[in-house]
């Protein structure tokens, strides 16, 4: 018994490290360039040059509980050839619908799920047109290999858009009215083989360049009809795709409610804070919602805060007195690379606020310093 985990990462490494403790072996398989760093020494490694490659490698195996992905970006040939003898968990067909944007915007179009207002430009003529009918200000998205802020430009006014390079852009692209909004929040979700589901509380981000920074969980002064519209939009989303394990739905909350702006198929770097709360953490419910075993809680009892950690991880957070848990993702430095995350469980905002400031002393980051100031407001 095996889950096979296509993918090497971080998101690999916990899902690995998730199956440890309930007696479930990982397997990974990746293609030759693809470094194994962070899994490490936690299972099995198949490169494989061609999914037809990756078939035979996943048939010698003595037995497969289920097949997942660490990224959207899978290649849908491998997951469809993968499908026909395995259980793909979540299926081809979720994965395929968050790898492009107007699959995606189509997709939560078709249930009426709230989004920004939206077009696709599949040339000059529509581009121009897409511009003056969504008006400014305005974000121009590509359709797929967009994450962490890269394949986006906001366009604010006419001025703005006179002077962008638009041969820079290839299309089609999705433009799409640029939202003002109250804040970031995301919802992560975990639905199992027969159909139950579980959600964890609301979570609030804080992005800077389009780089998820911190989350908050439960995010603060949520109301319970926000939390169930947020239960409410992803129920629908699962239950249409046949859905099979966790899966992440960010949103805008707006004073209209929530818009959705993204989906992730996937476990989620805003559920990491799930690791150190008192809930089963993302990664192990997933592993569970895969392979049939009951799903763990997801009623938190107190707050939790994540913080990622970019480019290289400074050395005073591995220090026994620093009160936040490090999670070392095994990557090789790299500005803008996230390399890490620290999760701290408080009890209350002085608790916060010692813990920063302590953090502060060996990890010189503008939001910690931002935070601090907030709290001793």
Known sequence: MSVVILGSGQLAKMLAEAGTKLNLPSVFVITPEISTDPVAGLGEVLRHESSADAATLLAELDSVDAVTVETENTS??????????????PNTAS?????????????????????????????NDEFVAAVASIGFPLVIKTLTEGYDGRGQWVIDDAEQWR?????????????????????????????????????????ENVHVGGILIASFAPASNVSEALQQQAHDNLSKIMTHLDYVG????????????????????????????????????????????????????????????????????????????????????????RAGRKVGHLNLRYANAAALLNALQQLETVWKNPFIQQLIAQLED
């Open 76 to 89: 849908s040939e491998l997951l469809a050839l993968l499908s026909t003898n395995y259980p793909v968990r």
């Open 246 to 333: 966790v899966m992440a739905m960010e949103c805008f909350e707006t004073e209209q409610g929530l818009l959705v702006n993204e989906l992730a198929p996937r476990v989620h770097n805003s559920g990491h804070w799930t690791l150190d709360s008192n809930v089963t953490s993302q990664f192990e419910n997933h592993m569970r919602a895969i392979t049939g075993l009951p799903l763990g809680t997801t009623d938190a009892d107190g707050p939790t805060l994540m913080l990622n950690i970019l480019g290289e991880i400074p050395d005073g957070v591995r220090d026994e007195k620093c009160q936040f848990q490090l999670y070392d993702y095994q990557k090789t430095a």
């Open 95 to 123: 994965v395929v619908a968050c790898q492009n944007r107007e699959n995606e915007r189509q997709l939560l179009d078709d249930l009426a799920i709230p989004t920004a207002p939206h077009q696709v430009a599949r040339n």
């Open 163 to 203: 002077d962008f390079n638009k041969a820079s852009v290839t299309l089609p692209v999705l433009v799409e009215e640029k939202i003002h909004f109250a804040r970031e929040v995301s919802l992560v979700g975990v639905r199992s083989i027969d159909g139950s589901m579980q959600f964890y509380p609301l979570a």
